[in-house]
């Protein structure tokens, strides 16, 4: 299992997230404060998976489109096309808050014993299990994981087996890559180079490519190699960052390390996205009732 954590500060604003990498399941933990996540906004994906991910809120309020707010604790079985890969006309959501706290685990749809899908509404959960978050939320540690897991697969949430498939050893090859990756992802440095991952892990252009591939594909993270992945985790970041109640367009274009508030603009266009000064409009923190 490989993990990152970043923090950031920023706007009136507070980012923390801690990632666990595995096979069979990624886990990610967030704590947005004075922060809003709106799927509207999501920049498109091609070809979605066939995943789903438990999206469980732990404090903040939930807002699906067209629906009324539900405060947290809450939980949803959701569709990969309504969460990492938004797809026109799927059904969208918002979430924020003053202190927001998610935990959300990505695993293949067939893991799941729950009907997928926004429509179908909040899970109802066992306390063992809220418990089990608020642990893991509290003090993300590869145990606290694990019991969470098996919280969900003894409840019936998850299949039964993957608790006990979560591979905690992964392949030297890719325990270097994080290595040199980890910081980056603390640092939140969405800008960074082939060149520059490739210089730090000592390998060259062509194997980093490789092996970049294979972490890409084996883990499930986003696009189909690096560039692709920086792209949208870059983007991603920039539509979150426009919430922050103090922060400005510019502001965020020099953060996430688009060089200028023209080139931000450029990328929003090009991923089908309204421009930056929408999106800003649309969810700042501080404007919201």
């Known amino acids: ?136 939320a509290a003090d993300p540690t590869e145990d606290a994981v694990q019991s969470l897991l098996g919280a969900l697969c003894a409840t019936g949430v998850l299949t039964g087996d993957l608790a006990a498939s979560v591979v905690t050893s992964e392949p030297e090859r890719f325990q270097r890559l994080w290595a040199v990756m980890r910081p980056l992802y603390g640092n939140l440095a969405t800008s960074a180079s082939l060149k520059q991952i490739g210089d730090l ?15 890409t594909r084996t883990y499930g993270l986003f696009g189909t190699g690096f560039r692709s992945a920086m792209r949208v985790l870059r983007l991603r970041a920039a539509v979150l960052l426009l919430s922050a109640p103090d922060g400005t367009p510019g502001d965020v274009a020099r953060v996430v390390s688009y060089g200028s508030l023209d080139a931000m603009g450029r990328a929003f266009r090009d991923a089908q996205l309204p421009a930056p000064s929408v999106v800003h409009s649309a969810v700042r923190y501080r404007d919201l009732p």
């Not at 685990?105 to 899908?117: E, L, S």
């Not at 892990?201 to 972490?215: E, K, M, N």
């Open 1 to 136: 299992m490989l993990s990152a954590t970043s923090h950031l500060e920023f706007g009136g604003s507070t980012l923390r997230s801690t990632v666990f990498l595995e096979r069979r399941l990624r886990l990610h933990i967030v704590r947005r404060d004075r922060l809003l996540f709106d799927t509207s906004f999501a920049p498109p994906i091609r070809a979605p998976g066939a995943f789903a991910h438990l999206f469980a809120q732990l404090s903040g309020t939930f807002i699906p489109t067209g629906a009324a707010p539900i405060a947290a604790p809450c939980a949803f079985v959701l569709a990969e096309t309504e969460f990492d890969r938004v797809v026109p006309g799927a059904r969208t959501f918002r979430s924020f808050g003053e202190r927001c706290t998610i935990v959300e685990i990505r695993v293949p749809a067939g893991d799941v014993r729950r009907p997928v899908g926004l429509g179908h509404g909040a899970l109802r959960l066992d306390d063992r299990v809220w418990q089990a978050y608020r642990v893991v």
């Open 201 to 215: 892990a000592g390998l060259s252009l062509r194997q980093l490519g490789r092996d970049i591939a294979d972490l």
